[in-house]
């Protein structure tokens, strides 16, 4: 079965830096993945999906990338700010399954 | 207000005494599905349904049951729950899977507490 791992660990940045969040998964490369975020005791919310066949998707400050060699995608917030302040899931789909990620805790320090 | 409802948000209950957490949407979506949240583990999948009365099982279906008798509604039930279905529950909905469109709408969740 597949296999998804984000770093356990939690992200911890200063106000107005870069966030980069990686998504690494086995086996074969899903049709897209997508990326979610959750607060804490809410249910995730949808943030970006990008496509096997596509390199980067941009939305505001966020932009995702997939690399299909690499097995990876990376999620990245720019200019991030406390309330960015979450955990981010990566979840690639295969067929009829959406397989989540644990998630990776961000903290953005003001 | 386009959203998932879930119900109850909270239930402590006891071993063996069977219980319901009603899942309700109201976008006309035609995916519906549950997940269960556990520490380190993330979100797994437990029963999903692609259309009313088409259910399939995820990756963690035991001791579960689910039905779709209506395109809003997808109720889980635990028929005999135990203390290892402790456990954070979402229910998730989405106008279709597999195209580039996709995107999972997900309720508030139950937390569930089997003694």
């Known amino acids: 079965s597949q296999k998804i791992e984000q770093n356990s660990e939690a992200l911890n940045i200063q106000e107005g830096k870069t966030a980069t969040l990686t998504c690494n998964y086995t086996n074969y490369s899903p049709a897209y993945l997508q990326w979610y975020r959750q607060d804490p005791g809410r249910g995730p919310v949808f943030l970006l999906l990008?496509?096997?066949?596509?390199k980067e998707k941009r939305k505001e400050r966020l932009k995702v990338t997939f690399d299909t060699t690499l097995k990876q995608s990376l999620f990245h917030i720019t200019a991030s700010q406390p309330a960015d302040s979450a955990t981010y899931l990566c979840?690639?789909?295969?067929?009829?399954?959406?397989?989540f990620g644990a998630g990776t805790i961000l903290r953005v320090k003001s | 207000e386009a959203q998932v409802t879930q119900n109850p948000r909270y239930l402590i209950t006891v071993t063996g005494k069977k219980l319901t957490v009603t899942c309700s949407q109201n976008m006309n979506h035609e995916y519906m599905s549950w997940y269960r949240q556990d520490p380190g583990l993330g979100l797994r999948q437990i029963y999903y349904s692609m259309n009313v009365e088409v259910t399939d099982k995820g990756d963690v279906p035991e001791g579960y049951k689910v039905s779709r008798k209506e395109k809003r509604n997808f109720p889980l039930i635990l028929e005999s729950p135990s203390p290892n279905q402790t456990s954070l529950y979402f229910c998730?909905?989405?106008?279709?899977?597999?195209?580039?469109?996709?995107?999972?709408?997900f309720g508030p969740g139950t937390r569930l507490l089997v003694l």
């Open positions: 998730a909905s989405s106008l279709s899977i597999g195209t580039a469109q996709e995107t999972q709408y």
């Open positions: 979840a690639p789909r295969y067929g009829n399954k959406l397989v």
């Open positions: 990008i496509r096997e066949n596509e």
